[in-house]
């Protein structure tokens, strides 16, 4: 296709150049002039057709060199954002555990509910989770400065009896893995 485009701007070159000599042919024979004139008048008629092909062959090739530039910096521009939508989660931290429960209010919720919510998720009565809490805290296990004893026995007991991954438990107790093995 390329090859074709400049097969045809040759030939309009060459037409251009032609129409030139002719004009100056046409020109120097009405007029009645020596043969140097002649020479002279087609030569300047060459020339002005050869500077204009030439003109015209550098706005073609600085369009074409423009246009090659411009998709460049779409392409770069995409690329830019792209990398920049895959950092953007990074950079801007989406909360990972938003749920309105947190382990500790749901180990609540399920000490003060229906006793048979608590059997079902701990696998104990309500009153042996609570005889369990009172023996670690007599044998000096404490609260950690963000889980309670209560929620750490909770996270024990659910992880046990469920044999969930701390990835599933952690979601439970709104907590990270590393929380949750720990």
């Known amino acids: 296709m390329a090859d074709q485009d400049q097969l045809d701007q040759v030939e309009a070159y060459n037409e251009a150049i032609n129409e030139a000599i002719m004009q100056a042919l046409d020109q120097a024979l009405q007029q009645p002039t020596d043969k140097e004139a002649i020479n002279e008048a087609i030569m300047q008629a060459v020339n002005q057709a050869v500077n ?9 090739a600085v369009q074409r060199r423009r246009a090659t530039l411009v998709s460049a910096g779409v392409a770069v521009i995409a690329a830019c954002e792209a990398v920049i939508e895959l950092v953007t989660p990074t950079i801007e931290r989406t909360p990972y555990h938003t749920s309105m429960l947190s382990g500790e209010a749901w180990v609540q919720e399920l000490l003060t509910g ?7 998720e ?3 009565y309500r009153q042996t ?3 369990l809490v009172q023996t670690l805290r ?10 309670t004893i209560e929620e750490q026995v909770g996270i024990f007991l659910y992880t046990a009896v469920t044999g969930l ?5 952690g979601e439970r107790f709104q907590r990270s ?3 949750i093995t720990k």
Request: hydrophobic share 35%; aromatic share 4%; no cysteine.
């Open 177 to 179: 893995p590393s929380t």
């Open 165 to 169: 991954s701390s990835t599933h438990v």
């Open 122 to 124: 701990f696998g104990v």
């Open 114 to 120: 229906h006793p048979n919510r608590i059997r079902n």
């Open 138 to 147: 007599e044998i000096g296990i404490r609260s950690s400065r963000h889980v």
């Open 129 to 131: 989770f609570i005889i």
């Open 52 to 60: 204009q092909a030439v003109d015209q062959a550098v706005d073609q």
